[in-house]
């Protein structure tokens, strides 16, 4: 009985991570053109071109082999509407709007059913990372919210990262902070 439960569960199991990708792509799809939001959406071809252009630059190195398991990114930035001392009717719509905006996003992202990875909160900023599956080591679909007085960021990449992939980025990140820093030659 074990077995044929398990069984199941894993062949429904794409089904949910399915319906959690069609969720965000209606959130993103909603909301890329609404009033005061900024949208930017890249497609897998531009991360395979990015992937294969040869810049020797160590810090495209250590990010390749995770740019070559994305699929897409979409980002959505909410700017707040600045507000004067004695705002006009209309100035008032910008900023309910915008209020509005922020606050739909923001339950849509909560009643998905992500695990949240880390949550970091600053004076300034409030920052979550979020994935749609973490029982195995790869990390499906991960979210990322900012939020801060100026504006709220909603970023969504779609792709299949490994946690050996994310531990060795850290280590070599890590390993380059603590080697010596040699001084930079004067330009002449």
Not at 27 to 42: D, L, M, P
Not at 78 to 101: D, F, G, H, R
Not at 129 to 155: G, K, R, V, Y
């Amino acid at each position: 009985m074990k077995n044929i439960i398990t069984f199941l569960f894993l062949m429904f199991l794409p089904v949910f991570a399915l319906a959690q990708t069609e969720k965000l792509d209606a959130i993103f799809e909603k909301y890329q053109e609404a009033e005061g939001v900024t949208s930017i959406k890249i497609a897998k071809p531009m991360f395979r071109l990015l992937n294969n252009i040869n810049i020797d630059d160590s810090d495209m190195d250590k990010i390749k082999p995770l740019i070559s398991k994305m699929n897409g990114l979409k980002i959505l930035i909410m700017e707040k509407p600045e507000t004067a001392e004695n705002p006009t009717a209309a100035q008032l719509a910008a900023i309910n709007e915008a209020s509005k905006v922020k606050n739909e996003i923001l339950a849509a992202v909560k009643n998905l059913k992500y695990d949240e990875l880390m949550t970091l909160n600053s004076k300034d900023n409030k920052i979550k990372f979020l994935a749609a599956d973490t029982s195995s080591n790869l990390l499906n679909n991960m979210l990322l919210t900012i939020s801060s007085e100026d504006e709220n960021i909603l970023m969504m990449l779609d792709g299949q990262i490994s946690m050996d992939d994310v531990s060795n980025l850290i280590n070599d990140v890590q390993k380059e902070d603590k080697a010596p820093k040699t001084p930079e030659k004067p330009k002449k």
